[in-house]
């Protein structure tokens, strides 16, 4: 069973308001991975680290998104003023390397609803 | 871009029928992805159920098996005898193998699973 802590489970916001969560990685997982499932469960991907670089993200999180995986503390990713369509399930998974070759481990999500 | 098709479900079946879940891919950059056979359990988050990463091959775990057949595309996830504990939602999803890649993971839209009694 993944051991990837997601907090919080249930994030309720309103529109153009900050919105975070927080994710904590497998340990001895280097590489985080942010996805985002929307309500007709549809999976984005957002962005994802190694360590504390950022390897990869999409145009939509280069403009209201924010993340960091500091060294030593949870890693995050922040909506800088939430829109209604933002509000879906976001779910951070690790693995222990980049590249594709590994399986990547889920935490329960943080569900964001934002009205 | 690539791309995942699955069964829509529900998908609702009797306690020891057997079942087959459809799973078709399109990896457009991707020569041989990696396959994967995720779940959702009732209140839990998603756990890997199985995975192929070798064309031709076939994966098992928990009595499900899914055989990667590069000639169709598919990866249908089959059980012989399911049981209520296996009612879940059941997401196929597609990965890029090289090493110089990012590696996110492409998913279907999942399919729910009820099994009764």
């Known amino acids: 069973n993944s051991k990837v802590i997601q907090t919080p489970r249930y994030l309720v916001k309103g529109q153009g308001q900050k919105a975070k969560m927080r994710c904590i990685p497998e340990k001895g997982h280097p590489v985080v991975f942010w996805y985002q499932q929307n309500k007709n469960n549809e999976f984005k991907f957002l962005i994802n680290f190694q360590n504390q670089e950022v390897l990869q993200q999409i145009d939509m999180t280069e403009k209201r998104f924010s993340a960091e995986c500091p060294s030593n503390s949870p890693c995050s990713l922040e909506i800088q003023s939430s829109e209604a369509g933002d509000s879906a399930l976001y779910l951070c998974?690790?693995?222990?390397?980049?590249?594709?070759?590994?399986?990547?481990?889920f935490g329960p999500g943080t569900r964001l609803l934002v009205l | 871009g690539d791309s995942v098709t699955q069964t829509e479900g529900p998908v609702t079946v009797s306690e020891s029928e057997s079942l087959i879940i459809n799973c078709t891919y399109s990896a457009t950059s991707i020569a041989y992805p990696n396959l994967f056979w995720y779940v959702r359990y009732p209140g839990e988050g998603l756990q890997l159920l199985l995975k192929v990463i070798t064309a031709g091959q076939k994966g098992s775990s928990r009595g499900f098996e899914a055989t990667y057949n590069k000639e169709t595309t598919s990866f249908h996830l089959q059980k012989a005898s399911v049981q209520e504990s296996d009612s879940a939602v059941y997401y196929c999803?597609?990965?890029?193998?090289?090493?110089?890649?990012?590696?996110?993971?492409?998913f279907g839209r999942g399919t729910r699973l009820q099994v009764y009694a």
């Open positions: 999803a597609l990965g890029d193998p090289g090493t110089q890649v990012v590696g996110q993971l492409t």
């Open positions: 998974a690790s693995s222990r390397r980049a590249g594709g070759q590994d399986t990547q481990y």
